[in-house]
């Protein structure tokens, strides 16, 4: 018996909990099921279709706000606020850089009124730091991912314990699936410490409680409030980087907020009220907003320039090409995108600058202003947290061997190896083809496109700008995409965030289907690098090629094997579910 068929029969008899096929998440969404097709015939058409599923947010959003699990969440944040209590939000890769957006945005909401309000500094100097993020792997998971600790319940006790989660703090446990086990552990640990829980999701509470055991004992759990987040399934099968993640971030920045404005109104003059909060007060409601905000990014015009800005990085990678985005207030925002672009489609990782021999990343982000240390703190509005585990940690916590006996290096030293600052990176210019793209919010626009002019535009075959909000004709010299849309006075940005990931997440998916790392809606071009991710695959490979579930699972084990075999040799890797479908006979239809 071969090791991959070890392997797979081990996978098949005793990790059935991680078959989440029967989850509408994991479900094919019949809107975009041509997509594929759609795209190499009709872009802009394949683009109407993935914002076709964003559609679906605004009413499932209206719902949330009206349920009592909502009001629970805000009197929760006001109560934490008003006794010094902390906010711990929670989750494992696109939830956990969801959550450190959150710790970002409450941030530099503080840092900002400090500066402006010196006179209410004394009464809330410490506001800033009562809002933490805890994402699987710690800070280094932002950028790369680190395998195995999704999959693992102790992991997630063990972090949020080590953040010195308290009595009364609130945990927002916020896993897209509601299928984590990492971000269970986190939940379970809040409510041992004595914390207001909260458990965040995107399925239906009674698919969830029918199909996956832990999912129902915690949403079974009467101490936790739950708050079901069902939009629907994904644009792309699984991929809940998008709609799922959309409507978190909606959700829970409305709560933040809204607790936030609750704490602020009696402590702030009447012109101090008018200047900071009045402006997002006289809007319509947040479901409202968000539909206006689709409604200009869905014009035909914005369309357009969307087909427009896919078909520029494409013929980038299709030559051979790396992008390097530039931009500043949407750094955090551009990286998320970016580093969910390696494990979403297998495409290489960011690349530490000690690293020469890794594949460079199709795309990475610069800081124009920064050097990489300041950058990451301005990123973060904090040091980064890094992860300084040892291996008796990993054998306290009951980790697999291979961690046990060596223990990923995942701290700040490791973190700062990407150079996201100013400095040069000669590398990325000397591909075949190379292109430099400005992402601007307006006000900036002007200053990154100097500073790109004197510091990153020489040796770049390509430069575009990329301007999102209010509508203006900046003089560029390079090809120009802009998005007019309205962005609402908000404390925490929310409507900057949300604009740059429905643009972002658009032009990423409708890229990678042109460069056919798509079948239809599903991802052929996925990395199984856990056992949520196994099961996927498997399912996709079963689908695709008529076969058994168990026979899928067997030939992407053996084709595992032969791809980390091909990486020890430096050679091309391929996508082993992309590999398994071909050994199978599957051809995919041009």
């Known amino acids: 018996m071969t090791s991959a068929l070890e392997r797979a029969q081990q996978f098949l008899n005793q990790e059935k909990a991680f078959r989440l096929g029967a989850l509408l998440t994991e479900a094919s969404h019949p809107k975009t099921q041509q997509l594929s097709q759609a795209a190499r015939q009709d872009l802009p058409a394949a683009i109407r279709m993935l914002q076709s599923v964003d559609a679906e947010i605004p009413p499932a959003a209206r719902n949330v706000f009206q349920q009592e699990s909502f009001n629970h969440l805000v009197k929760a ?20 850089r969801l959550s450190i957006l959150l710790e970002a ?42 395998e195995g600790f999704e999959d693992f319940t102790n992991f997630g006790r063990y972090q949020i314990q080590q953040a010195q989660v308290d009595r009364d703090d609130v945990v927002v446990a916020i896993t897209e699936g509601g299928e984590t086990s990492f971000v269970i552990g986190t939940a379970w640990q809040g409510l041992k410490a004595g914390a207001h829980v909260f458990f965040v999701y995107n399925n239906p509470t009674d698919l969830l409680c029918k199909h996956v055991q832990r999912s129902r004992e915690i949403i079974k759990e009467p101490r936790i ?59 319509p409601g947040y479901h409202q907003l968000f539909q206006q905000l689709l409604q200009q990014l869905t014009t035909d015009t914005s369309i357009k320039t969307l087909a427009r800005l896919t078909e520029f990085e494409e013929s980038i990678y299709r030559n051979s090409g790396l992008v390097t985005y530039l931009t500043d207030a ?13 494990p979403t489609f297998m495409l290489p990782p960011f690349r530490k600058n000690d690293d020469c021999l890794s594949p460079r990343s199709w795309a990475f982000v610069k800081d124009p202003f920064r050097p990489t240390p300041v950058a990451w703190y301005n990123l973060l509005r904090r040091p980064p947290r890094g992860l300084t585990w040892k291996q008796d940690v990993y054998k306290k916590l009951g980790a697999p061997a291979a961690l046990q006996k060596q223990p990923p290096k995942l701290d700040n030293e490791e973190i700062y190896k990407f150079q996201i600052g100013n400095e040069p990176d000669p590398a990325r210019k000397d591909a075949p083809d190379s292109a430099l793209v400005i992402i601007s919010g307006g006000k900036e626009t002007t200053k990154l496109i100097n500073v790109a002019g004197d510091k990153f535009s020489t040796g770049f075959n390509k430069t575009a700008l990329v301007t999102i909000g209010p509508d203006t004709t900046p003089s560029f010299n390079g090809e120009i995409f802009s998005f007019p849309c309205d962005l609402p006075a908000s404390p925490l940005k929310l409507w900057h965030h949300l604009a740059v990931k429905l643009i972002l997440n658009t032009i990423s998916t409708a890229t990678m289907v042109r460069m056919d790392r798509v079948i239809g809606n599903t991802m052929v071009w996925l990395s199984p690098s856990n056992k949520k991710l196994i099961d996927r695959g498997t399912r996709l490979i079963a689908r695709h090629a008529g076969c058994s579930y168990e026979q899928a699972c067997i030939t992407l084990h053996e084709t595992l094997e032969e791809v980390q075999q091909r990486a020890q040799k430096s050679e091309d890797v391929p996508s082993p579910v992309a590999l398994a479908l071909q050994r199978l006979g599957y051809q995919h239809p041009k």
């Open 77 to 96: 944040f006001l109560t934490a606020l008003k006794s010094g209590k902390k906010i711990y939000f929670t989750g494992c890769g696109a939830t956990g």
């Open 330 to 342: 949407f750094l955090l925002d551009v990286l998320t995108d970016t580093t969910e672009r390696s």
């Open 225 to 283: 409030v739950k708050i079901d987040l069902t939009t629907g399934p994904m644009a792309i099968t699984g991929s809940t980087r998008m709609q799922a993640t959309t409507i978190e971030l909606l959700v829970i920045a409305a709560a933040l907020e809204t607790a936030l404005l609750q704490f602020l109104q009696n402590r702030l003059s009447s012109a101090q009220w008018e200047q900071f909060i009045f402006p997002l007060l006289s809007a």
């Open 105 to 146: 945005a409450w941030r530099n909401f503080w840092q900002g009124f400090k500066q402006t309000t010196p006179e209410q500094d004394t009464k809330n100097f410490d506001r800033e730091d009562r809002v933490f993020s805890i994402m699987a792997g710690g800070d280094y998971a932002l950028i790369k991912s680190v």
